[in-house]
Nanobody, 122 residues
Framework: QVQLVESGGGWGQPGGSLRLSCAAS????????TGWFRQAPGKEREFVAV????????DYADSVKGRFTIARDNVQNTVYMYMNSLKPEDTAVYYC???????????????WGQGTQVTVSS
């Protein structure tokens, strides 16, 4: 079993930056691909970014490409998402997830965190 805990959410200004962290416990994250997803009120949960277990491969949703960066530290058992040039439409609950498939689909992930709220407004 892997327990995932997100942190770093909160309020950000348009054009500002936030850093989200996803810390794993119970089992190492190395060997698992890790993704970030988000869910805005009244909307489906959507893919944001994914990083392979070795950090050699990443993928991003078009809506965040060039603004968000996903990274991982397998020694610290933590995955990060650096969010720059924030927009109001980035407002959502952000979830990290771990699984054995490098995927943009929620269905391919076995473990999920509880989520952290990100609100972007002026």
């Amino acid at each position: 079993q892997v327990q995932l805990v997100e942190s770093g959410g909160g309020w950000g200004q348009p054009g500002g930056s936030l850093r989200l962290s996803c810390a794993a416990s119970g089992r190492t994250l190395s060997g698992s691909h890790t993704g970030w997803f988000r869910q805005a009120p009244g909307k489906e949960r959507e893919f944001v970014a994914v990083i392979s277990w070795s950090a050699s491969t990443t993928d991003y949703a078009d809506s965040v490409k060039g603004r968000f960066t996903i990274a991982r530290d397998n020694v610290q058992n933590t995955v990060y998402m650096y969010m720059n040039s924030l927009k109001p439409e980035d407002t959502a609950v952000y979830y990290c997830a771990a699984g054995r498939t490098f995927s943009t689909s929620t269905q391919d992930y076995d473990y999920w965190g509880q989520g952290t709220q990100v609100t972007v407004s002026s």
